[in-house]
């Protein structure tokens, strides 16, 4: 399976050729190619425990491939890894900040780790808690930080060396709408200076609002990748979205509507409905066979397909997320790596 974003004749920030890793008996990732162009942001979508961390965390030379090779810029990950290391930034799912220190302690001996002198570390910490909307609380316990703030803080230590090519596994979880809008603009901004990015999000808008091109796998394999808009179109050229009256007669309309459409139909709240559609036109067949079921609608609309449409058609999962749990059979976990390049 190959993973294609824009690629031209120029270095490519991320190659890989059949990525494997097993963990026991489960194939976490299940030969994976991969080409991703500088200067880009790639969404990796998918199930829980599809495989998108592990591919990641080979990527960024925290887990050997069991077959396969991989390149940043153009250097091994495995016989060139400490330039790697040097060209990349993580913010995995967990936070990697020290609980004994504050905000600014916290950047600036990362900074200094990097090789910044004491006063540029002092520098480059300031910036990032201004950046990051952190200034304010710089000197609290971060017993004292919420979630999102603890969030934030270990974005910034990952981008201290400003490096170009950024992983970001799951970055705003735990955010709060605005939080999160404002850490959306800091992704487009690390690409508009030069940065790659490589995202994975439980976020479908998310996706969607950042991603030059999108990549859904699913059981270790890669089952799209396309643009989001490419992705969308993939799956029809409508979307059927109806609220039934009465929320005992969703599983009924959904079995009816699949059938009709021959797609994967998806029930939120108990009582709406949303599927695919390859035309319009065949919203009548619908509405007369929930008529004729004696299945009555509170509200239809047809719309654009969401992504969320195209994820439950390409995977069969209403939902997505990612705790990977391929690290528990590996003997590792996040925790282990902290602070590896930083």
């Not at 990641?56 to 030379?61: E, Y």
């Not at 029809?236 to 797609?263: C, F, H, M, W």
């Amino acid at each position: 399976m190959t993973i294609t974003t824009n690629s031209t004749d120029c270095v490519l920030a991320v190659e890989a050729h059949g990525l494997v890793k097993q963990f026991g008996a489960n194939r976490a990732v299940d030969g994976v190619d991969l080409e991703i162009k500088t200067g880009t942001i790639c969404g990796v979508l998918g199930p829980n425990g599809a495989g998108k961390t592990t591919v990641i965390n080979m990527l960024a030379t925290l887990l050997k491939p069991d077959a396969g090779v991989a390149k940043i810029f153009g250097h091994d990950i495995e016989s060139e890894t400490q330039i790697v290391r040097q060209l990349i930034g993580l913010t995995g799912q967990f936070a990697s900040i020290d609980e004994e220190l504050s905000a600014t302690e916290n950047l600036r001996m990362f900074a200094r780790l990097l090789g910044f002198s004491h006063k540029d570390a002092k520098v480059k910490a300031d910036e990032l808690l201004d950046e990051f909307g952190l200034t304010e609380a710089a000197n609290r316990p971060l017993s004292k930080f919420s979630g999102g703030m603890r969030r934030r803080l270990d974005l910034a230590a990952s981008l201290i060396s400003q490096p170009p090519l950024i992983f970001l596994d799951e970055p705003t979880t735990g955010l709060d709408p605005r939080t999160r809008a404002k850490m959306w603009q800091t992704v487009r901004n690390l690409v508009q200076n030069g940065s790659t990015v490589l995202l994975t999000t439980q976020l479908l808008d998310e996706a969607d609002q950042l991603a030059d091109d999108i990549v859904v796998i699913d059981k270790g394999r890669v089952v799209a990748n396309n643009t989001p808009d490419g992705l969308k179109k993939s799956i029809g050229t409508a979307s059927l979205q109806l609220t039934v009256k009465n929320p005992d007669d969703a599983e009924l309309a959904r079995a009816i509507i699949g059938n009709l459409l021959q797609v994967n139909v998806q029930i939120a709240k108990t009582s709406e409905l949303s599927a695919p559609m390859d035309s319009a036109d065949k919203l009548t067949n619908v509405l007369d066979a929930l008529k004729d079921s004696g299945i009555q609608l509170y509200e239809v609309n047809v719309t654009k397909p969401t992504l969320d449409e195209v994820f439950f058609a390409l995977t069969g999962s209403g939902s997505v997320g990612d705790n990977d749990n391929e690290l528990a059979y590996s003997g590792r976990s996040n925790s282990d790596s902290k602070g590896l390049w930083r």
